[in-house]
């Protein structure tokens, strides 16, 4: 029986009414993904990048998810054909694409994602999670309408050049990390971070691109939501829990220096 597959980040937000909500699930947990994906959030981002998920365990947290509502993005950990075939192949539509500062790193990004004569990614789908092992009709020739780009712009070099990474054919969105924008910027006060990133969303609505921005402080969100932003990410599975179990702990844990029993 032939399997039509979910809508991807490009499709999110081109019918989205309002800003999008996203969550990571870092931990490499299909349950927490699950958790995650449950939550009502829009969006569900699956970091490839600063977390334990690999090739072999992707899968499971893409299944855990797939039930839901939620969009899955899947951050590979670097620009590279190869990691990115993989990803696809395991049945990722959606990509987050980091550390892309050019535009022709975020014309390399999109070849990897499309198939010859678009690109350069490998044939094999037959083989793969990605076509369902062929119960998606014609996946090959219609791949390039089923997944999804989001180049993440997170160096100085980036945010000069966002209107040109904006605008390169391909590129669904842009993703915003400014931790690591911070961190090139010198790590200066957060307003200036702040400014940068915004100067992004800018040139991304100049260009009719979609920008969305990591934001787990509240102010931070709410400020880039009113400067435009398309979408949020605002929460983390290792983050609620690590911070879920501290407070059910000192709750009745004696303050230091107190003396005291639980």
Do not use: C
Request: overall charge negative; glycine content about 10%; cysteine-free.
């Amino acid at each position: 029986m032939p399997i039509r597959l979910k809508p991807t980040l490009a499709d999110r937000l081109a019918g989205a009414e309002h800003p999008l909500v996203g969550v990571w699930t870092a931990s490499s947990s299909p349950i927490a993904a699950e958790i995650m994906a449950g939550s009502g959030a829009d969006l569900v981002l699956v970091d490839g990048e600063h977390s334990p998920v690999g090739i072999d365990g992707l899968v499971g947290v893409l299944q855990a998810i797939e039930p839901y509502d939620a969009t899955t993005l899947v951050r590979v950990p670097w620009n590279d054909p190869v990691v990115i075939k993989q990803v696809l192949d395991a049945g990722a539509q959606s990509l987050v694409v980091p550390m892309v500062s050019t535009e022709a790193e975020a014309v390399a990004a999109v070849q990897a994602m499309r198939y010859p004569p678009r690109g350069i990614r490998g044939i094999g789908s037959a083989l793969a999670r990605a076509s369902r092992w062929t119960a998606v009709p014609d996946y090959v020739a219609t791949a390039h309408e089923l997944v999804a780009l989001a180049v993440q712009i997170e160096t100085v070099e980036g945010v000069a050049n966002a209107e040109a990474i904006a605008a390169v054919d391909g590129v669904d969105a842009i993703f915003v990390g400014p931790a690591d924008l911070a961190g090139s910027m010198g790590f200066p006060p957060a307003d200036e971070v702040r400014a940068a990133v915004v100067s992004v969303i800018d040139a991304g609505r100049a260009a009719g691109t979609p920008v969305g921005v990591n934001a787990f402080v509240a102010d931070d969100a709410d400020h880039y939501l009113a400067a435009g932003a398309a979408f949020v990410v605002v929460a983390a599975d290792v983050l609620l829990l690590a911070a879920g179990a501290r407070a059910a702990v000192a709750r009745l844990r004696p303050a230091e220096g107190e003396t005291g029993t639980y």
